[in-house]
């Protein structure tokens, strides 16, 4: 069994567990107490109420997800009916700043008053850095929110929390050393606008080009002669750890099922998929045993047999996969996800291009042709870039088929094919990455992106994409994002240019639905 946490188990067990566990009582319940002559039960006992638990968690992290929208389009609602978005923070603004020149206006003159009047101005430069811009700030994520652009449980239930608070106006507003910030009962953080910013996590295009490119260099890797995996392992694990560049980057990626994996990285940390998995988290817990100040039986520590606790477990989980948790190891968890990716994304990658490279070239290319038409261990399909021909395998051509049609069942996503060009579906319509504004402001449709890979010459990729035999009327196709726009599909070969101009857009759209370019 692979291992999930690759060779970063070390970098687990060396956690400072006093710390990380400081809020975790050790678990002496007779489930345990005879841990030698019952390991199955136990290790049963602790997969369960660790599974159950996070199971609970992604639950109710997406009901919370629902209130939050909810809350924010009341909330957007009023402001287009001219509401102000923070009216109440305005006032409490505007009086302190009324304060501030009374206290300004009543500081002795000259010399005597120049220390003063230097503080006070200090103050109203902070209030103002501190408000300038709010409204801005809460209409971007009213927007986010509202348009599902976020992650619930990369963002977290407490985040989420403070969120909904704040667009259901119950957040306590108040103004402190010049600072505008929020509060909400239960939490002690006070949240300035730039906590606000940081809070929602989205996917990033940058950070997941960035993975990408380390998965395609992994593949490179692999079809290339000489190239051992052990050789290069540590270059991609480096890779990854790199390209997770930010916390909430880092949030977007091990909460999102990474490559050809099922699961994401915090679900299988949790116990999701091979239930085998999880064992790893007990047994880091097992070996890590803690001196205390005080131990019952005398022998200094405190071993497996009270250590390996569901309680614990969900602990140490929580502190490696919750961004908003505190205590959050943001430099442990980013070595451990790299790791991870490493060792279940990268070397899948090389493995597939080192099969590729092996095969026998006097095998009988049909043998392979087993889909979309595609030979897929066969690396002579190429793609125009930037850059020059890409050479792409048919398994990678199917990879990224089977992704686009994840994404486009599901509704929204991004996809980003092997021509390294960012796209998002949202609210049925494609927009692609600009370089110039940084985000998905171009209008685009999935034939374009079809084309531009070259699966519009494939009449079984077309069929397998297309949503259902036909649409029926011009807007359906526009929704779906497989319209034109203007009637510029290419004529297909089989079928005399006169015939092709008679069709309309809708008619036109449907050829290809049906027979793909044929």
């Not at 505007?94 to 010399?111: A, I, V």
């Amino acid at each position: 069994m692979a291992s999930l946490l690759g060779k970063a188990d070390s970098t687990l067990a060396s956690m400072s567990y006093r710390e990380a566990m400081a809020d975790v009582m050790p678990d002496y319940s007779d489930i345990y107490k005879a841990e030698a002559e019952g390991f199955e039960e136990n290790l049963t006992a602790f997969q369960k109420t660790v599974g159950d638990y996070f199971d609970n968690l992604n639950a109710d992290n997406n009901a919370l997800a629902d209130e939050l929208k909810e809350a924010v389009s009341t909330t957007m609602a009023n402001m287009s009916m001219g509401e102000v978005p923070d009216e109440a923070g305005m006032e409490l603004f505007n009086t302190e700043l009324n304060k501030l020149r009374q206290r300004l206006k009543n500081t002795p003159p000259g010399k005597k008053g120049e220390l003063e009047r230097a503080k006070i101005r200090a103050e109203m430069e902070r209030l103002k850095n501190s408000t300038d811009g709010m409204s801005d700030t809460l209409i971007d994520l009213g927007v986010r929110i509202e348009n599902g652009d976020f992650i619930p449980n990369a963002t977290g239930n407490k985040n989420m929390e403070i969120l909904k608070a704040i667009n259901a106006r119950t957040a306590k507003k108040e103004i402190i050393n010049g600072d505008l910030v929020y509060s909400i009962p239960g939490f002690d953080k006070k949240i300035t606008q730039q906590d606000l910013k940081k809070m929602l996590v989205s996917n990033d295009p940058e950070i997941n080009k960035a993975v990408h490119d380390v998965t395609a260099k992994a593949g490179t890797l692999g079809k290339t002669w000489g190239m051992k995996w052990e050789d290069n392992r540590q270059e991609i694990v480096n890779g990854y750890r790199e390209s997770l560049s930010t916390k909430s980057g880092l949030a977007a990626n091990m909460h999102q099922p990474q490559g050809p994996l099922k699961y994401s990285f915090a679900d299988y940390l949790s116990g999701k998929g091979d239930k085998k998995y999880n064992i790893q988290i007990w047994n880091a817990l097992k070996e890590a045993g803690v001196d205390v100040p005080k131990d019952k039986d005398g022998d200094g520590k405190i071993t497996e047999k009270d250590f390996a606790t569901p309680e614990n477990g969900i602990a140490m989980i929580k502190r490696l996969t919750q961004i908003d948790e505190d205590g959050f190891d943001l430099a442990g968890t980013k070595n451990i996800v790299s790791e991870f990716l490493a060792d279940h994304v990268g070397k899948k990658e090389f493995d597939d291009n080192r099969r590729i490279l092996n095969k026998p070239n006097d095998k009988d290319e049909d043998e392979d042709k087993n889909k979309f038409g595609l030979n897929l261990k066969k690396n002579y399909y190429t793609i125009q870039t930037s850059e020059g021909a890409s050479y792409i395998d048919g398994q990678i051509i199917s990879n990224s088929v089977e992704t686009f049609k994840s994404i486009q069942d599901k509704g929204s996503g991004i996809f980003t094919g092997y021509d390294k060009v960012p796209h998002k579906l949202k609210n049925g319509k494609w927009f692609t990455w600009d370089d110039e504004t940084e985000d998905f402001t171009k209008e685009d449709n999935a034939t374009s992106i079809f084309t531009a890979l070259g699966w519009n010459n494939y009449p079984q990729i077309m069929g397998y994409l297309k949503p259902n035999n036909k649409v029926d009327n011009i807007n359906s196709v526009m929704e779906l994002g497989l319209g034109s726009g203007g009637g510029t599909l290419a004529k297909p070969p089989s079928i005399s240019q006169k015939k092709w101009d008679s069709f309309s857009e809708l008619e036109q759209m449907n050829w290809y639905l049906e027979n793909g370019n044929k």
